[in-house]
Protein backbone atom coordinates (compact mmCIF):
# COMPACT_ATOMS: atom_id res chain seq x y z
CA UNK A 1 0.00 0.00 0.00
CA UNK A 2 2.74 2.08 0.80
CA UNK A 3 4.54 1.92 -2.34
CA UNK A 4 1.36 2.45 -4.66
CA UNK A 5 1.21 6.22 -2.71
CA UNK A 6 4.70 6.83 -3.42
CA UNK A 7 4.02 6.54 -6.98
CA UNK A 8 1.14 7.99 -7.14
CA UNK A 9 2.58 11.19 -5.50
CA UNK A 10 5.48 10.83 -7.97
CA UNK A 11 3.40 10.63 -10.81
CA UNK A 12 1.70 13.79 -9.88
CA UNK A 13 4.66 15.89 -9.38
CA UNK A 14 5.61 14.75 -12.38
CA UNK A 15 2.52 16.09 -14.48
CA UNK A 16 2.33 19.28 -12.50
CA UNK A 17 6.36 19.90 -13.73
CA UNK A 18 5.14 19.50 -17.45
CA UNK A 19 2.42 21.74 -17.09
CA UNK A 20 4.50 24.39 -15.47
CA UNK A 21 7.02 23.75 -18.74
CA UNK A 22 4.54 23.69 -20.85
CA UNK A 23 2.67 27.35 -19.93
CA UNK A 24 6.08 28.98 -19.67
CA UNK A 25 7.47 28.23 -23.13
CA UNK A 26 3.53 29.10 -24.32
CA UNK A 27 4.45 32.42 -22.62
CA UNK A 28 8.04 32.88 -24.53
CA UNK A 29 7.56 32.08 -27.82
CA UNK A 30 5.21 35.40 -29.14
CA UNK A 31 8.12 37.56 -28.28
CA UNK A 32 10.68 35.44 -29.83
CA UNK A 33 8.64 34.80 -33.25
CA UNK A 34 8.01 38.94 -33.01
CA UNK A 35 11.61 39.55 -32.70
CA UNK A 36 12.01 37.40 -35.71
CA UNK A 37 9.93 39.09 -37.95
CA UNK A 38 11.84 42.29 -38.66
CA UNK A 39 15.03 40.34 -39.69
CA UNK A 40 12.65 38.11 -42.36
CA UNK A 41 11.34 41.74 -43.83
CA UNK A 42 14.92 43.31 -43.98
CA UNK A 43 15.48 41.67 -47.10
CA UNK A 44 12.69 43.56 -49.37
CA UNK A 45 13.26 46.78 -47.73
CA UNK A 46 16.66 47.05 -48.48
CA UNK A 47 16.15 46.29 -51.81
CA UNK A 48 13.26 48.63 -52.27
CA UNK A 49 15.75 51.86 -50.88
CA UNK A 50 18.43 50.52 -53.15
CA UNK A 51 16.14 50.19 -56.10
CA UNK A 52 15.11 54.16 -55.44
CA UNK A 53 18.31 55.12 -55.09
CA UNK A 54 19.51 53.48 -58.21
CA UNK A 55 16.41 55.20 -60.37
CA UNK A 56 17.56 58.70 -58.33
CA UNK A 57 21.32 58.84 -60.14
CA UNK A 58 20.18 57.24 -63.24
CA UNK A 59 18.66 60.84 -63.64
CA UNK A 60 20.31 62.90 -64.70
CA UNK A 61 19.95 66.88 -63.33
CA UNK A 62 18.33 69.55 -65.37
CA UNK A 63 21.11 71.49 -65.40
CA UNK A 64 24.91 71.42 -64.54
CA UNK A 65 24.81 73.68 -61.81
CA UNK A 66 23.19 76.40 -59.71
CA UNK A 67 24.57 79.47 -61.42
CA UNK A 68 23.39 77.68 -64.80
CA UNK A 69 19.87 77.48 -63.44
CA UNK A 70 19.43 80.82 -62.11
CA UNK A 71 20.78 82.19 -65.18
CA UNK A 72 18.08 79.71 -67.50
CA UNK A 73 15.45 81.21 -65.33
CA UNK A 74 16.03 85.00 -65.69
CA UNK A 75 16.70 83.37 -69.79
CA UNK A 76 13.54 82.88 -69.74
CA UNK A 77 11.72 85.69 -68.22
CA UNK A 78 13.47 87.53 -70.28
CA UNK A 79 13.80 85.96 -73.93
CA UNK A 80 13.76 89.14 -76.37
CA UNK A 81 17.08 90.78 -74.35
CA UNK A 82 18.83 87.76 -73.67
CA UNK A 83 22.54 86.77 -75.38
CA UNK A 84 24.33 83.50 -74.96
CA UNK A 85 27.98 84.62 -75.44
CA UNK A 86 30.73 81.98 -76.18
CA UNK A 87 33.58 82.17 -74.50
CA UNK A 88 36.60 79.58 -74.14
CA UNK A 89 35.39 78.47 -70.78
CA UNK A 90 31.73 78.10 -71.82
CA UNK A 91 28.35 80.74 -72.62
CA UNK A 92 28.22 83.66 -70.68
CA UNK A 93 24.60 85.18 -70.25
CA UNK A 94 24.48 88.82 -71.32
CA UNK A 95 21.45 91.61 -71.73
CA UNK A 96 21.09 93.48 -74.42
CA UNK A 97 18.78 96.19 -74.96
CA UNK A 98 18.78 98.11 -79.03
CA UNK A 99 18.32 101.43 -78.78
CA UNK A 100 14.79 103.07 -78.54
CA UNK A 101 15.86 106.64 -80.59
CA UNK A 102 15.57 107.56 -84.03
CA UNK A 103 19.29 108.12 -83.56
CA UNK A 104 22.28 105.74 -82.04
CA UNK A 105 25.09 107.30 -80.06
CA UNK A 106 26.82 103.95 -78.93
CA UNK A 107 26.72 101.81 -76.24
CA UNK A 108 27.33 101.25 -72.82
CA UNK A 109 28.45 98.37 -71.32
CA UNK A 110 27.73 97.16 -67.86
CA UNK A 111 30.26 94.75 -66.01
CA UNK A 112 29.56 94.29 -62.11
CA UNK A 113 30.67 91.94 -60.19
CA UNK A 114 27.34 90.01 -59.03
CA UNK A 115 27.82 86.55 -60.31
CA UNK A 116 23.78 86.94 -61.54
CA UNK A 117 21.37 89.12 -62.68
CA UNK A 118 19.35 89.17 -60.45
CA UNK A 119 21.43 90.39 -57.69
CA UNK A 120 22.13 93.80 -59.47
CA UNK A 121 21.35 96.88 -57.27
CA UNK A 122 18.52 99.06 -58.60
CA UNK A 123 21.05 101.90 -59.99
CA UNK A 124 22.80 99.96 -62.57
CA UNK A 125 19.18 98.01 -63.48
CA UNK A 126 17.57 101.56 -63.70
CA UNK A 127 20.27 102.88 -66.00
CA UNK A 128 20.27 99.78 -67.88
CA UNK A 129 16.72 99.46 -68.41
CA UNK A 130 16.10 103.71 -69.56
CA UNK A 131 19.48 104.92 -71.45
CA UNK A 132 17.91 103.28 -74.63
CA UNK A 133 15.53 105.62 -74.92
CA UNK A 134 18.01 107.89 -75.18
CA UNK A 135 19.41 106.43 -78.37
CA UNK A 136 22.48 104.27 -75.70
CA UNK A 137 22.06 100.86 -76.23
CA UNK A 138 22.90 98.88 -72.96
CA UNK A 139 24.99 95.43 -72.94
CA UNK A 140 25.19 93.83 -69.29
CA UNK A 141 27.21 91.59 -68.22
CA UNK A 142 27.73 89.87 -64.43
CA UNK A 143 31.33 89.07 -63.95
CA UNK A 144 32.31 86.11 -61.37
CA UNK A 145 32.68 87.99 -57.84
CA UNK A 146 36.37 88.15 -56.11
CA UNK A 147 35.14 86.14 -52.78
CA UNK A 148 32.71 84.08 -54.15
CA UNK A 149 29.79 82.97 -51.43
CA UNK A 150 29.75 79.67 -49.69
CA UNK A 151 26.75 77.90 -49.74
CA UNK A 152 26.45 75.55 -47.22
CA UNK A 153 26.28 71.84 -47.88
CA UNK A 154 23.13 69.59 -46.39
CA UNK A 155 23.76 67.28 -44.17
CA UNK A 156 22.93 63.68 -45.24
CA UNK A 157 21.69 60.78 -42.78
CA UNK A 158 25.37 58.99 -42.57
CA UNK A 159 26.62 62.29 -41.43
CA UNK A 160 24.13 62.79 -39.09
CA UNK A 161 24.12 59.69 -37.44
CA UNK A 162 28.48 60.00 -37.86
CA UNK A 163 27.34 63.25 -35.89
CA UNK A 164 25.26 61.67 -32.96
CA UNK A 165 27.78 58.62 -32.34
CA UNK A 166 30.18 61.44 -32.26
CA UNK A 167 28.51 63.63 -29.67
CA UNK A 168 27.83 59.87 -27.39
CA UNK A 169 31.52 58.65 -27.74
CA UNK A 170 32.58 62.93 -26.26
CA UNK A 171 30.25 62.29 -23.20
CA UNK A 172 31.06 59.00 -22.61
CA UNK A 173 34.85 60.23 -22.93
CA UNK A 174 33.65 63.10 -20.08
CA UNK A 175 32.48 60.84 -18.18
CA UNK A 176 35.02 58.32 -18.00
CA UNK A 177 39.21 58.89 -17.05
CA UNK A 178 40.85 60.99 -19.93
CA UNK A 179 43.99 59.62 -21.11
CA UNK A 180 46.72 62.14 -22.67
CA UNK A 181 46.26 61.70 -26.31
CA UNK A 182 49.47 61.03 -28.81
CA UNK A 183 50.44 63.43 -31.57
CA UNK A 184 48.63 62.88 -34.67
CA UNK A 185 50.82 62.35 -37.62
CA UNK A 186 50.86 64.90 -40.56
CA UNK A 187 48.76 64.40 -43.52
CA UNK A 188 50.46 62.52 -46.64
CA UNK A 189 52.07 63.69 -49.46
CA UNK A 190 49.15 62.05 -51.75
CA UNK A 191 46.66 64.00 -50.08
CA UNK A 192 48.19 67.31 -50.12
CA UNK A 193 48.47 66.57 -54.14
CA UNK A 194 45.54 66.16 -54.32
CA UNK A 195 44.34 68.98 -53.06
CA UNK A 196 46.49 71.45 -55.26
CA UNK A 197 45.06 69.74 -58.06
CA UNK A 198 41.97 70.40 -57.30
CA UNK A 199 42.47 73.87 -56.31
CA UNK A 200 44.24 74.46 -59.15
CA UNK A 201 42.01 73.04 -62.20
CA UNK A 202 39.54 75.97 -61.33
CA UNK A 203 39.78 78.79 -63.30
CA UNK A 204 41.51 82.01 -62.20
CA UNK A 205 39.07 85.35 -61.98
CA UNK A 206 41.67 87.32 -64.05
CA UNK A 207 41.15 84.59 -66.84
CA UNK A 208 37.30 85.07 -66.58
CA UNK A 209 36.99 88.72 -66.83
CA UNK A 210 39.25 88.95 -69.86
CA UNK A 211 37.10 86.40 -71.48
CA UNK A 212 33.91 88.22 -70.53
CA UNK A 213 35.53 91.40 -72.27
CA UNK A 214 36.22 89.97 -75.44
CA UNK A 215 33.27 88.34 -75.99
CA UNK A 216 31.36 91.86 -75.21
CA UNK A 217 33.76 93.24 -77.83
CA UNK A 218 33.62 90.66 -80.33
CA UNK A 219 29.38 90.71 -80.14
CA UNK A 220 29.74 94.65 -80.91
CA UNK A 221 32.12 94.70 -83.55
CA UNK A 222 29.90 91.95 -85.63
CA UNK A 223 26.99 94.32 -85.38
CA UNK A 224 29.37 97.13 -86.42
CA UNK A 225 28.87 99.46 -83.08
CA UNK A 226 32.42 100.96 -82.37
CA UNK A 227 31.59 104.00 -79.97
CA UNK A 228 31.79 102.56 -76.29
CA UNK A 229 31.36 103.68 -72.70
CA UNK A 230 32.60 101.05 -70.03
CA UNK A 231 30.72 101.20 -66.67
CA UNK A 232 32.33 98.71 -64.15
CA UNK A 233 32.60 98.68 -60.36
CA UNK A 234 35.56 99.03 -58.52
CA UNK A 235 36.26 95.46 -57.70
CA UNK A 236 36.59 94.18 -61.11
CA UNK A 237 37.21 98.08 -63.27
CA UNK A 238 41.52 97.08 -62.99
CA UNK A 239 41.12 93.86 -64.34
CA UNK A 240 38.50 94.68 -66.89
CA UNK A 241 40.74 98.02 -68.40
CA UNK A 242 43.65 95.34 -68.34
CA UNK A 243 42.02 93.44 -71.73
CA UNK A 244 40.41 97.09 -72.85
CA UNK A 245 43.83 99.03 -72.74
CA UNK A 246 45.98 97.44 -75.26
CA UNK A 247 42.84 98.18 -77.67
CA UNK A 248 42.76 101.42 -76.94
CA UNK A 249 43.34 103.87 -80.11
CA UNK A 250 44.38 107.27 -80.83
CA UNK A 251 43.12 109.62 -83.13
CA UNK A 252 45.79 110.03 -85.71
CA UNK A 253 45.48 113.91 -86.08
CA UNK A 254 44.73 114.74 -82.53
CA UNK A 255 46.12 112.37 -80.22
CA UNK A 256 43.99 113.86 -77.63
CA UNK A 257 41.02 112.03 -79.10
CA UNK A 258 40.42 108.42 -78.67
CA UNK A 259 39.37 106.54 -81.90
CA UNK A 260 37.85 103.56 -80.31
CA UNK A 261 36.33 101.10 -79.13
CA UNK A 262 36.61 102.64 -75.91
CA UNK A 263 35.76 105.93 -75.63
CA UNK A 264 34.72 107.14 -72.12
CA UNK A 265 34.51 105.07 -68.63
CA UNK A 266 32.57 105.48 -65.72
CA UNK A 267 33.06 103.59 -62.45
CA UNK A 268 30.69 102.65 -59.37
CA UNK A 269 32.23 102.65 -56.18
CA UNK A 270 29.68 100.01 -54.77
CA UNK A 271 31.79 97.17 -53.27
CA UNK A 272 32.72 99.08 -49.97
CA UNK A 273 34.49 96.41 -48.52
CA UNK A 274 36.69 96.11 -51.88
CA UNK A 275 38.66 99.43 -52.20
CA UNK A 276 40.86 100.41 -54.58
CA UNK A 277 44.58 100.73 -53.64
CA UNK A 278 46.72 103.36 -55.03
CA UNK A 279 48.63 100.64 -57.53
CA UNK A 280 45.65 99.48 -58.65
CA UNK A 281 44.09 103.27 -59.57
CA UNK A 282 47.14 103.97 -61.23
CA UNK A 283 46.53 101.05 -63.94
CA UNK A 284 42.89 102.34 -63.80
CA UNK A 285 44.02 105.95 -65.23
CA UNK A 286 47.00 104.98 -67.19
CA UNK A 287 45.17 106.25 -70.36
CA UNK A 288 45.15 110.29 -70.02
CA UNK A 289 42.95 110.78 -72.54
CA UNK A 290 40.26 108.64 -71.21
CA UNK A 291 37.40 110.71 -69.88
CA UNK A 292 36.23 109.24 -66.01
CA UNK A 293 33.49 109.50 -64.05
CA UNK A 294 34.17 108.39 -60.66
CA UNK A 295 30.65 107.86 -58.85
CA UNK A 296 30.70 107.48 -55.00
CA UNK A 297 27.74 106.63 -52.70
CA UNK A 298 26.79 108.00 -49.55
CA UNK A 299 27.03 108.26 -46.65
CA UNK A 300 30.35 110.18 -47.07
CA UNK A 301 32.47 108.83 -43.93
CA UNK A 302 35.83 109.62 -43.36
CA UNK A 303 37.02 106.67 -44.67
CA UNK A 304 35.04 107.29 -48.00
CA UNK A 305 36.03 111.47 -47.97
CA UNK A 306 39.84 109.74 -47.39
CA UNK A 307 39.54 107.71 -50.53
CA UNK A 308 37.82 110.17 -52.70
CA UNK A 309 40.98 112.40 -52.42
CA UNK A 310 43.15 108.89 -53.16
CA UNK A 311 40.78 108.68 -56.64
CA UNK A 312 41.51 112.12 -57.18
CA UNK A 313 44.94 112.55 -56.72
CA UNK A 314 45.69 109.27 -58.68
CA UNK A 315 43.87 110.89 -61.51
CA UNK A 316 45.79 114.40 -61.57
CA UNK A 317 49.14 112.91 -61.06
CA UNK A 318 48.76 110.48 -63.98
CA UNK A 319 47.02 114.02 -65.85
CA UNK A 320 43.15 112.01 -66.87
CA UNK A 321 42.46 115.28 -68.79
CA UNK A 322 38.26 115.04 -68.14
CA UNK A 323 37.85 113.09 -64.54
CA UNK A 324 35.09 113.80 -62.75
CA UNK A 325 33.55 113.26 -59.42
CA UNK A 326 29.64 112.52 -58.17
CA UNK A 327 28.32 111.42 -54.99
CA UNK A 328 25.12 110.43 -54.62
CA UNK A 329 22.66 108.76 -52.08
CA UNK A 330 21.74 105.41 -52.31
CA UNK A 331 18.83 106.06 -50.10
CA UNK A 332 17.00 107.60 -53.11
CA UNK A 333 14.01 105.53 -54.14
CA UNK A 334 14.78 104.22 -57.46
CA UNK A 335 13.36 101.93 -59.99
CA UNK A 336 13.95 100.51 -63.33
CA UNK A 337 11.04 102.18 -64.83
CA UNK A 338 12.01 105.94 -63.24
CA UNK A 339 13.52 107.05 -66.85
CA UNK A 340 14.33 111.11 -65.05
CA UNK A 341 16.18 109.78 -62.36
CA UNK A 342 18.98 111.77 -61.02
CA UNK A 343 21.96 109.03 -61.82
CA UNK A 344 20.35 108.42 -65.32
CA UNK A 345 20.26 112.55 -66.26
CA UNK A 346 24.11 112.71 -64.74
CA UNK A 347 25.89 109.71 -66.58
CA UNK A 348 23.56 110.37 -70.08
CA UNK A 349 25.01 113.62 -69.48
CA UNK A 350 28.81 112.21 -69.38
CA UNK A 351 28.51 110.27 -71.79
CA UNK A 352 26.67 112.84 -74.58
CA UNK A 353 29.69 115.36 -73.70
CA UNK A 354 32.26 112.74 -73.89
CA UNK A 355 31.52 109.80 -76.03
CA UNK A 356 28.63 110.56 -78.54
CA UNK A 357 29.29 109.62 -81.54
CA UNK A 358 27.26 107.86 -85.04
CA UNK A 359 26.29 104.46 -85.30
CA UNK A 360 28.72 103.00 -87.30
CA UNK A 361 27.12 100.60 -89.78
CA UNK A 362 28.15 96.45 -90.29
CA UNK A 363 29.52 96.54 -93.99
CA UNK A 364 26.91 94.00 -94.45
CA UNK A 365 24.14 96.30 -93.77
CA UNK A 366 26.23 99.36 -95.77
CA UNK A 367 25.83 97.06 -98.88
CA UNK A 368 22.23 96.86 -98.42
CA UNK A 369 21.61 100.74 -98.14
CA UNK A 370 23.37 100.77 -101.48
CA UNK A 371 21.83 98.33 -103.09
CA UNK A 372 18.26 100.23 -101.83
CA UNK A 373 19.83 103.04 -104.11
Not at 21 to 46: F, H, K, R, V
Not at 102 to 120: C, R, S
Not at 151 to 157: E, G
Request: charged residues 20%.
Amino acid sequence: MSVITRFWSIRVVNSAAQILWGALLLCLCPPMILAQEPAANTEPSTTASETSSSSQSSEAPLYPSRAMRDKSLIAKEMDDEVLWLDTEYGKILALYRPTEAKTTHGVLILFHATENPQAWPPLLENLRAQLPRYGWETLAISLPQKYPAIIPTRPSSSSASASASRANTETAGELAETAVPEPTAPPSASSSSGSSISASSAVARELLIEAYVNAALGYLKDKGQLNTVILADNSSVQLVLQTLSPQVQLNKLDSTILDGPLQALAITNLQNQEPNSKVELEGVFATPQLPVLDIFFSPDNPEQTELRDLHRAVAMRKKVANYQQLLIDTQIKLTEQDHQSYLLGRVRGFMQRQASGTEAKAPEDDKQDKQKQ
